[in-house]
């Protein structure tokens, strides 16, 4: 198909189909007011990030928005990388051009959190390259709902519970942007089977061994039970507009106690600290963390309150969490970034 007639089949696809038009209209609302001269698209190859894949090209036609798309291989299963190459010829057919991103470091241990961590490192090295400022997710309505489940039984607090944002910043410059997060999957599919005819399918999406995928199977009992995603995504937009109280708060309170000095590290005032409520002493260090690493994903709840705890015994002197080394210095805690490398650069 040249090059012409698969723009025009494209957005005939588009118009044709009444459900597919009222999705396209519901992305480009998303996506309007976010910075648009060079955005980044995350392909996976599964029906979510084809139907983005769709979106953005049909968008791009529209409005002459330069689009990268983007797929990591990180080499975990035995046919990832005939898989990368089958998702290029897939797009190919709607000239949409794939860059294919190789992981070469083996990834052995929490298989599914290591290769997240890795794909955004690549993803961020490849729009810094491109000077891209934001990626595009396809994340969706029953991502949202499976990820506060996921927090629930690791004992999240409110920011936890409030789920993904549409937006986030993962990097001084870069910004995470999810615009389907109100999309259902199902119609994400509907999209990727009616534009492309076809995915890939990631066996590990039905592997049981997998938290996420065991919490997926409770769609059905919880329907069954009178609970559906709906009601539930209802709660989690209150808990996130709570959140959204408590961080302009905590902005506030934190100028009190927290300091960042020029070497990098950052001082806590101790007593000042424990004077907070659990919740915000949790929420002080994983925005800590999360400024020294520049990374949005905060470590386990359960380790961080143990090492709330631990701080607040005198005899505490020196602890680490998420390559981050805490240790008391009178009545200050000093924080900084811990010198050992955990993974080479890629």
Not at 90 to 118: C, G, H, M, P, W
Not at 143 to 159: K, P, Y
Not at 223 to 240: C, H, P, R
């Amino acid at each position: 198909m040249s090059k012409k007639n698969s723009s025009v089949s494209l957005k005939v696809k588009f118009k044709e189909h009444k459900e597919l038009s009222k999705i396209y209209l519901k992305f480009k609302g998303q996506i309007k007011n976010i910075y648009k001269e060079r955005i980044a698209i995350a392909i996976s190859g599964g029906p979510d990030s084809l139907a983005l894949a769709a979106l953005a090209k049909n968008y791009s036609l529209e409005k002459k928005t330069k689009f990268y798309y983007v797929l990591v291989d990180h080499r975990i299963r035995k046919n990832s990388s005939k898989e990368a190459l089958k998702v290029k010829k897939i797009l190919r057919k709607f000239n949409i051009k794939l860059d294919i991103l190789i992981n070469y470091l083996k990834i052995e241990k929490n298989v599914q959190s290591t290769a997240r961590i890795i794909r955004y490192k690549l993803l961020s090295k490849f729009c810094e390259k491109k000077k891209i400022a934001t990626i595009l997710t396809a994340h969706n309505l029953e991502d949202q709902v499976e990820t506060f489940f996921i927090r629930l039984s690791r004992g999240s607090g409110l920011r936890g519970l409030s789920a993904m944002q549409s937006s986030t910043k993962i990097h001084k410059y870069l910004r995470l942007y999810r615009p389907l997060l109100e999309i259902k999957k199902r119609d994400l599919t509907k999209i990727s089977k009616k534009i492309f005819g076809e995915y890939i399918r990631d066996p590990s999406n039905r592997n049981t061994k997998y938290l996420r995928v065991k919490i997926r199977k409770l769609k059905k009992p919880l329907m069954n039970s009178g609970i559906s995603y709906d009601q539930i995504i209802k709660s989690i937009n209150n808990l996130a507009s709570s959140k959204v109280t408590l961080e302009n708060f905590m902005i506030k309170k934190s100028k009190e106690f927290i300091k960042k000095k020029k070497n990098g590290s950052i001082y806590l005032d101790l007593k000042k600290f424990n004077r907070l409520n659990e919740e915000i002493r949790i929420r002080v260090i994983n925005d800590v963390i999360r400024k020294l690493h520049n990374n949005y994903y905060n470590p386990r709840s359960k380790k961080v309150v143990n090492l709330i705890k631990n701080i607040k015994d005198r005899a505490f002197k020196k602890g680490t969490l998420s390559k981050c080394v805490f240790e008391r210095q009178k009545d200050q805690l000093s924080i900084k970034k811990e010198k050992k490398r955990y993974f080479k650069e890629i």
